[in-house]
């Protein structure tokens, strides 16, 4: 696990900000901000170290991933010529300076999977990334073309992460990807949802088709998967990807004139955005977390949380509690 950073520059330099002349001035705008910090070490590389990023290991090879990902649904659905798109370029340049390499996307968020293309070929980091895509079609001949359309659009051969969206068309797409990954075409196959209302059918999906993935919705205020596809996958070793973390940003508007908790500053969190991400990836079960902004500044909030101490148990349900 990293350390917890020893100062703002340092972790600002870590993550490429002070360079993009980005940090200070927004970053200021914290609403908290760190406990009292030790003098600034001397920039040699050690605050690389001091701020490197948590990994996990995938469960079925043991290849560790970033614990902080991002998830393109939203945020990334703009138009390739757009000022958003250029703001993404900075976001993804942040995000991979930062040690980030998880990006999920999906052929049914209109043209994210050409945005997520564009950029990775335009800043060279294809190989940087742990690239997660979806099958979200009715027969097999849909499915052969939408993967292809996949492939076409992201600028790639192959994906790292294949998995079935939603639980739609389950067996037809289940055994699609489980053939491509036979081919070579995926590294990894898995399911997702979103709702909790799914996740009793997740659950009993991963007991019957044991997928190397599953990714599903958890949050302070949406924490049933604790109970309910999480110890599944831990027992079966199935890695888990977190969705909604933020429950699609309505988080922030819960938190407004909130304080953080007096125990923030002891983890090294200052904003409820780290707060929220830190209590996803406190679980064992959770590989990674995947929250979608377009934002260069958040997106560096956001990879905050990838270092330094998780919560304990009892700060875990103090946070349950506060949004129930
Ligand atoms: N069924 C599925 O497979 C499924 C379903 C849902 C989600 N997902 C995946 O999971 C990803 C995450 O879920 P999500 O995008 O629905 O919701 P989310 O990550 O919970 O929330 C995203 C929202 O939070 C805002 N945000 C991000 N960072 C912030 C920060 N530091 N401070 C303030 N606001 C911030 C974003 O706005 P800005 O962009 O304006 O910053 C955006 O509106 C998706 O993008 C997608 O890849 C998959």
Redesign the pocket.
């Known amino acids: 696990m990293g350390a917890i950073m020893t100062g703002r520059r340092e972790f600002l330099s870590t993550i490429g900000l002070v360079g993009a002349g980005l940090a200070f001035p927004r970053l200021a705008a914290c609403a908290q901000e760190p406990s009292p910090q030790p003098p600034p070490k001397k920039s040699s590389g050690a605050e690389r170290v001091a701020g490197k990023m948590l990994t996990r290991k995938i469960p079925s090879t043991g290849q560790a991933l970033p614990v902080i990902g991002v ?5 990334y659905e703009v138009p390739l010529t757009s000022a958003e798109y250029k703001s993404l370029e900075t976001v993804l340049r942040v995000f991979f300076e930062g040690g980030g390499s998880v990006i ?3 052929p049914n968020y209109s043209n994210a999977e050409d945005v997520v293309g564009a950029l990775l070929a335009g800043g060279g980091w294809r190989d940087q990334t742990f690239l997660a895509t ?1 099958l979200a079609a009715d027969d097999r001949a849909a499915l052969e073309h939408q993967w292809a359309d996949s492939l076409r659009r992201l600028r790639v051969e192959r994906v790292e992460l294949l ?1 079935v ?2 639980l739609r068309n389950l067996d037809q797409a289940l055994g699609y990807a489980r053939e491509l990954k036979a081919r070579g075409l995926t590294r990894y196959i898995g399911i ?3 709702l909790d209302s799914a996740q009793a059918e997740v659950a009993r999906v991963l007991r019957a088709e044991r997928p190397d993935f599953v ?1 599903i ?1 958890y949050s302070v205020q949406s924490p049933r998967a604790a109970d309910t596809v999480f110890p599944v996958a831990q027992e079966l070793g199935v890695a888990v990807l977190v ?7 309505r988080l ?1 508007t819960a938190a407004q004139n909130r304080a953080l908790p007096a125990w923030a500053a002891e983890i090294g969190v200052t ?1 409820w ?1 780290q707060m929220f991400l830190k209590f996803a990836i406190s679980h064992s079960a959770v590989t990674a977390v ?6 260069p500044e ?1 997106q560096a ?2 990879l905050r949380a990838g270092v330094g101490p998780l919560l304990d148990a009892r700060q875990q349900s103090e946070l349950r509690a506060m949004f129930a």
């Open positions: 998830g393109t649904s939203g945020s999920d996307t999906s979806k998995q969206h939603n997702t949802h979103y990714q919705n969705n909604r973390a933020f429950e699609d940003g922030f904003s955005a995947i929250p979608a902004t377009g934002k958040r909030d956001n």
